[in-house]
């Protein structure tokens, strides 16, 4: 069993919708939760990271935790063609990450 | 920006032949990594370094080698190159904020 699961889509929706992304983790001494953006032949992105359960929010992206459930999610709201990428899900313990697979997103104008 | 080079960021190789991929920071930060990225593996894992001459291996390392002998450059060595280790290969550094920032990438092709 991989350390950290995500769905990899491809995940396709219309402009200005809601986009739920999520990942699904083992490892309970994963500290910090991280999403990365990566457009296709560019190194991945830095989108959001957060350390406690709950919410963070940062404009049109909200990172959520929820470590009870080992359960991690973004929320895109009001989904732009410009947030058409894959995305990343990752986390670590001290200096080790550990990566998802990443989702492909497409958002249809 | 992250102040992460990578070069070469294209090349086409032939089997048997070594290649080295260069990763350059333009800050003292003390830990650098190498990955590579596959369809249906996503990012794994190479060799990281966590000091000048301190590298250690990660879940991938077979046919690989680093080296550091400063602490702005970290060197990936194939030392034959195959087929299989036709990838993109992610060079990254750790700001110290329990995040790592990714380079733009080597994308390399074994023939």
């Known amino acids: 069993q991989k350390e950290v699961e995500q769905d990899p889509g491809p995940l396709s929706v219309p402009e200005g919708a809601i986009v739920s992304l999520n990942c699904t983790y083992s490892?309970?001494?994963?500290?910090?939760f991280m999403w990365y953006r990566q457009y296709s032949r560019k190194g991945p992105e830095l989108l959001m990271y957060?350390?406690?359960?709950g919410n963070k929010e940062d404009g049109r992206f909200t990172a959520q935790v929820d470590k009870s459930s080992k359960y991690i999610s973004l929320f895109i709201r009001d989904s732009q063609p410009s947030d058409s990428a894959t995305y990343l899900c990752?986390?670590?313990?001290?200096?080790?990450?550990?990566f998802g697979t990443g989702t492909s997103l497409t958002v249809i104008p | 920006d992250a102040g992460i080079t990578q070069s070469p960021r294209h090349k086409v190789t032939e089997t048997g032949t070594p290649v080295t991929l260069r990763c350059h920071q333009t800050e003292n930060h003390r830990y650098m990594y190498w990955y590579r990225q596959d369809p249906g593996h996503g990012l794994r894992l190479i060799h990281y370094?966590?000091?000048?001459?301190?590298?250690d291996k990660g879940e991938v390392s077979d046919g690989y080698s680093v080296s550091r002998s400063k602490t702005e450059d970290f060197l990936l060595t194939l030392e034959s190159a195959t087929s299989s280790q036709t990838s993109v290969y992610f060079c990254a550094i750790n700001q110290g904020s329990n995040t790592i920032y990714f380079g733009e990438g080597s994308w390399l092709t074994v023939v």
């Open positions: 957060t350390y406690s359960s």
């Open positions: 990752a986390m670590n313990t001290g200096n080790q990450f550990y």
């Open positions: 370094s966590y000091g000048v001459k301190d590298t």
């Open positions: 490892n309970s001494a994963f500290q910090y």
